[in-house]
């Protein structure tokens, strides 16, 4: 624990920050792969990563010496030059995601706005004066108004009326639904969707990735922009690179977040097909779109996903945290799902006290999701070793829990 500059909290005063987070009465330090540390130095495992986000674990050397060496050369100057490391970083993304053009944004929230701007304009290009976009039930794709109002959770909506208007609702998974509206609104111009639901509780549609081919059949029937809220599935999370390439369908709006920048706040909204085109010179900006410092970590990450083999890494592990959970706790009544390291572990009861549970008793860090849904997001290196504690943990902890 050397060389750590710990913050200077004056703890005899009050905290000023605004109250809007559940916290856990813990905090790290320190970091380091896929474990994080107190500091008295207790080592915890982490299998949530930040929420999804650090999947190349914590400090990682690669990524910590391009951020200081960046920060050290030059981190901003606006796009109103040329910025190279943007440029590299677009054209590294685009490669990867199977898209054309790349905007980068700040966060998921912003990905999901550039996406929603995207299918009004594709929508007034056309003259539709009001046009709407398809969104599910139990989505998760924002906290920003727009992407609220996109949301399929009243808690996240509530006390923020007026919500954003044109937004219509289905089922998640259920295509007849989406045939219906289709029907029923003749001024829709978009679907979007999770490729699998993270915070609903790390659902796939029923009929699985199936799904996702009807939704494009639907929007090239009727000439809707498909989009995809990759923010959580995206960069190599569910063992491909794009949940969506678990499929022989590609989505003309495709979102990310999260992964994209291990931690570095940066997002990104990326056009193929029909969304080429839509969002021309005025229609659309932000200060901080892609800083040479953030574009360079977002290339570097990439980098090191591909160079390390971790979409494949997070496939063969996946796979096999999934298999030994069904087999250990086979005896127990819990479902396993999920792809590559986006795992839930649904239990027959509400179990939100896992969190605290797990972190205390067992050193292991998790979510509970949708109530009843242990939620991994562990390193998309993690190793076999890392993999097996793991499991351990879990199974010892739900066979308790359970009990
Ligand atoms: C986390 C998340 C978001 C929001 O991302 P922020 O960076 O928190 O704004 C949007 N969509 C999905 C699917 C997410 O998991």
Same mark, same amino acid.
């Given at each position: 624990?050397?060389?750590?500059?710990?913050?200077? =909290?004056?703890?005899?005063?009050?905290?000023?920050?605004?109250?809007? %987070?559940?916290?856990?009465?813990?905090? %790290?330090?320190?970091?380091?792969?896929?474990?994080?540390?107190?500091?008295?130095?207790?080592?915890?495992?982490?299998?949530?990563?930040?929420?999804?986000? &650090?999947?190349?674990?914590?400090?990682?050397?690669?990524?910590?010496?391009?951020?200081?060496?960046?920060?050290?050369?030059?981190?901003?100057?606006?796009?109103? %030059?040329?910025?190279?490391?943007?440029?590299?970083?677009?054209?590294?993304?685009?490669? =990867?995601?199977?898209?054309?053009?790349?905007?980068?944004?700040?966060?998921?929230?912003?990905?999901?706005?550039?996406?929603?701007?995207?299918?009004?304009?594709?929508?007034?290009?056309?003259?539709?004066?009001?046009?709407?976009?398809?969104?599910?039930?139990?989505?998760?794709?924002?906290?920003?108004?727009?992407?609220?109002?996109?949301?399929?959770?009243?808690?996240?909506?509530?006390?923020?009326?007026?919500?954003?208007?044109?937004?219509?609702?289905?089922?998640?998974?259920?295509?007849?639904?989406?045939?219906?509206?289709?029907?029923?609104?003749?001024?829709?111009?978009?679907?979007?969707?999770?490729?699998?639901?993270?915070?609903?509780?790390?659902?796939?549609?029923?009929?699985?990735?199936?799904?996702?081919?009807?939704?494009?059949?639907?929007?090239?029937?009727?000439?809707?922009?498909?989009?995809?809220?990759?923010?959580?599935?995206?960069?190599?999370?569910?063992?491909?690179? %794009?949940?969506?390439?678990?499929? @022989?369908?590609?989505?003309? *709006?495709?979102?990310?977040?999260?992964?994209?920048? @291990?931690?570095?706040?940066?997002?990104?909204?990326?056009?193929?097909?029909?969304?080429?085109?839509?969002?021309?010179?005025? @229609?659309?900006?932000?200060?901080?779109?892609?800083?040479?410092?953030?574009?360079?970590?977002?290339?570097?990450?990439?980098?090191?996903?591909?160079?390390?083999?971790?979409?494949?890494?997070?496939?063969?592990?996946?796979?096999?945290?999934?298999?030994?959970?069904?087999?250990?706790?086979?005896?127990?009544?819990?479902?396993?799902?999920?792809?590559?390291?986006?795992?839930?572990?649904?239990?027959?009861?509400? &179990?939100?006290?896992?969190?605290?549970?797990?972190?205390?008793?067992?050193?292991?860090?998790?979510?509970?999701?949708?109530?009843?849904?242990?939620?991994?997001?562990?390193?998309?290196?993690?190793?076999?070793?890392?993999?097996?504690?793991? *499991?351990?943990?879990?199974?010892?902890?739900?066979?308790?829990?359970?009990?």
């Amino acid at each position: 624990m050397n060389n750590i500059t710990l913050a200077p =909290v004056q703890t005899d005063q009050p905290s000023h920050l605004m109250p809007v %987070f559940g916290r856990q009465p813990i905090s %790290f330090v320190r970091g380091r792969g896929a474990y994080l540390y107190t500091e008295d130095g207790t080592e915890y495992l982490d299998a949530l990563t930040g929420i999804a986000v &650090c999947g190349l674990g914590h400090a990682h050397p690669v990524i910590a010496e391009a951020i200081a060496e960046q920060a050290a050369t030059l981190i901003h100057t606006s796009n109103l %030059f040329e910025v190279p490391w943007q440029t590299a970083a677009a054209q590294k993304l685009a490669e =990867v995601a199977g898209m054309e053009e790349v905007f980068f944004s700040n966060s998921g929230a912003e990905s999901n706005e550039g996406a929603i701007k995207i299918a009004r304009k594709f929508g007034y290009l056309q003259g539709i004066a009001n046009p709407k976009i398809i969104v599910a039930d139990q989505s998760f794709h924002g906290r920003t108004l727009a992407t609220l109002s996109a949301t399929g959770n009243k808690k996240v909506q509530e006390g923020f009326a007026p919500l954003v208007e044109g937004f219509i609702r289905v089922p998640f998974g259920d295509v007849e639904a989406i045939e219906e509206a289709a029907i029923q609104y003749p001024d829709i111009v978009a679907i979007l969707v999770e490729p699998i639901q993270g915070e609903g509780g790390v659902n796939t549609a029923p009929q699985g990735f199936s799904y996702l081919e009807d939704i494009r059949r639907i929007c090239n029937q009727h000439n809707w922009l498909m989009m995809l809220d990759e923010v959580q599935t995206g960069n190599g999370r569910t063992g491909k690179y %794009f949940a969506y390439q678990h499929t @022989n369908i590609v989505p003309d *709006v495709l979102t990310t977040a999260k992964g994209l920048g @291990n931690g570095f706040p940066i997002g990104a909204v990326m056009t193929q097909g029909r969304g080429v085109g839509v969002l021309t010179a005025g @229609n659309h900006g932000s200060t901080y779109s892609g800083t040479a410092l953030g574009s360079r970590v977002v290339y570097t990450v990439i980098d090191i996903i591909q160079k390390e083999n971790l979409v494949e890494n997070a496939a063969k592990m996946g796979s096999y945290i999934v298999e030994q959970l069904r087999n250990q706790l086979a005896d127990q009544n819990v479902s396993v799902r999920g792809f590559g390291l986006m795992i839930g572990i649904e239990l027959p009861k509400a &179990c939100a006290e896992l969190v605290d549970i797990a972190r205390d008793e067992y050193k292991l860090i998790v979510n509970v999701t949708a109530g009843s849904v242990v939620r991994l997001l562990p390193t998309l290196n993690i190793s076999q070793e890392q993999a097996d504690q793991l *499991v351990e943990r879990l199974v010892k902890m739900i066979k308790t829990f359970l009990a």
